[in-house]
């Protein structure tokens, strides 16, 4: 039997490598993409070709950069093997128009002359990875496609989660063609921007949450956190260490350090909602966290600065509280820096079909299912006064969703006992007093839940803590 020459030689071992597979790899996933050898040595085109098409690439090779830029510049690629030293040209100055060409398209140089300078001057232009001639690995080839071609699917699925995060909070989930919406919209156009504070006012279930979402993923802040707190759930001995953090052996539990979350939020936002539930003291300190932009844990000496951006809401008039001596005047004067207030629904009625839309929109996601409101049954929506606003609404349409039996919503679908109810029937059994209105909702959500203090105060949408001080207030017994 006669030698094989050099080119059997390699012929014969990517024959062999190629009818393995990589174990730490699943490829099934990898098949179809194609993959673009640039080397003017045929065996190594053809090394290439037998490894790859194996594991299911598609494989397209060029001998010179003339030939190969002519591919680049006719179709896309998904990643390319390219010689430093062509017939024609510097295999770098590809390099370089492939990444401009396509930013996300890995590139590996290989070449037989490989000094540190070079292999660094490949990788500043934006190579993956560099691999030396002569091919004795040539498993390596595989390996350094499926890693490539790996990094880049998972950089493409973290942009596309990047993008439906940023899309499911951009102004399009805020819906309203209202002359108040549309005043929301431009302020937020407006504060794309700059990162000033902003103050939010509005009743419970108008979507104080969702507009302040909408204004940092609107804003330089938006590929960084945003962290939400319910201002009024924190418990009242553990508020001032949940927000700015505390170190170990601060208090009796502090069994390690913990951030806080303002620093959580460092670089991005945190939106304080229900602010004006905070006591005064703690008040004193965010209103030096804001003005000094640090934070000092409890038991720490030593103040850590922290850049979060300060989104604030509340359904109480802040105004009202700092004239009540129960909020800061310093602290709402550096918060309301930018002031909005959210419509309540019934101001706003025109907006009803489009969150109804909406709300079938989003459901449609979810279940793959279909469903339209029969023009009665919108009508009978109209009606209504939502004293819980877009979140009772919401409710209601998620309810008839779930009961119905068709694809149209019809007015017997809607189970509400209310459609015909006028705004006066809505308002004449209600206390004049905000107090009494608020001791009824407390006896009426105890009531409602066998007097279960924490069921009790998720549905009033308050924290456990708030409901026991309006109960001393208002001297209800929770037995």
Request: proline residues 4%; glycine residues 6%; aromatic residues 6%.
């Amino acid at each position: 039997m006669r030698p094989l020459d050099a080119v059997e030689l390699i012929d014969a071992n990517c024959t062999a490598i190629a009818k393995g597979s990589l174990s730490r790899f699943n490829n099934t996933s990898m098949e179809g993409q194609c993959i673009l050898v640039v080397d003017d040595n045929p065996a190594i085109r053809r090394l290439f070709e037998r490894i790859l098409t194996a594991e299911g690439f598609n494989m397209l090779s060029a001998a010179s950069l003339e030939e190969a830029s002519g591919i680049i510049n006719s179709r896309k690629v998904d990643m390319a093997f390219i010689d430093l030293f062509l017939p024609d040209g510097n295999g770098i100055d590809l390099l370089y128009a492939i990444r401009k060409k396509y930013q996300d398209v890995p590139v590996v140089v290989i070449t037989g002359h490989g000094t540190i300078e070079v292999a660094v001057e490949a990788m500043k232009a934006g190579a993956f990875d560099f691999l030396l001639k002569p091919l004795e690995h040539v498993e390596l080839i595989k390996l350094t496609a499926t890693r490539a071609l790996l990094q880049r699917k998972i950089i493409d699925e973290n942009i596309g989660l990047k993008n439906a995060l940023s899309d499911k909070y951009k102004m399009d989930r805020l819906v309203g063609r209202s002359p108040g919406m549309q005043r929301i919209f431009k302020i937020i156009r407006q504060l794309s921007d700059n990162e000033s504070t902003v103050l939010i006012r509005g009743e419970s279930g108008t979507g104080k949450e969702l507009l302040a979402q909408a204004i940092h993923y609107n804003s330089p802040r938006r590929e960084q956190k945003f962290i939400p707190v319910d201002c009024g759930s924190l418990p009242e001995t553990l508020i001032e260490s949940e927000l700015f953090g505390h170190l170990k052996g601060a208090f009796t539990d502090a069994y390690r350090d913990v951030k806080g979350l303002f620093r959580e939020a460092d670089r991005g936002t945190i939106f304080l909602d229900e602010i004006g539930e905070l006591p005064l003291a703690v008040q004193a300190k965010l209103l030096r966290v804001l003005q000094e932009r640090e934070v000092r844990p409890l038991g720490s000496a030593v103040a850590i600065p922290v850049d979060a951006r300060v989104i604030a809401a509340s359904k109480r008039d802040l105004k009202e509280m700092v004239q009540n001596s129960r909020f800061r005047e310093d602290l709402f004067y550096r918060l309301n820096v930018v002031y909005l207030e959210l419509p309540l629904l019934r101001e706003r009625q025109e907006d009803i079909p489009l969150l109804l839309e909406r709300f079938l929109e989003d459901y449609g996601q979810r279940t793959g299912q279909r469903f339209t409101f029969s023009a009665e049954a919108t009508q009978c929506l109209l009606k209504r006064q939502w004293p819980g606003n877009v979140r009772e609404l919401q409710n209601c349409v998620e309810q008839a969703l779930a009961l119905t039996n068709h694809t149209e919503i019809k007015p017997e679908d809607l189970t509400l006992t209310w459609q015909n109810r006028t705004p006066e029937a809505d308002l004449k059994d209600l206390p004049l007093s905000f107090d009494a209105y608020e001791k009824l909702a407390i006896q009426k959500a105890l009531a409602s839940t066998g007097s279960d203090i924490a069921a009790a105060a998720k549905l009033m949408e308050v924290g456990v803590s708030t409901l026991y001080r309006k109960m001393k207030k208002f001297g209800i017994d929770g037995k």
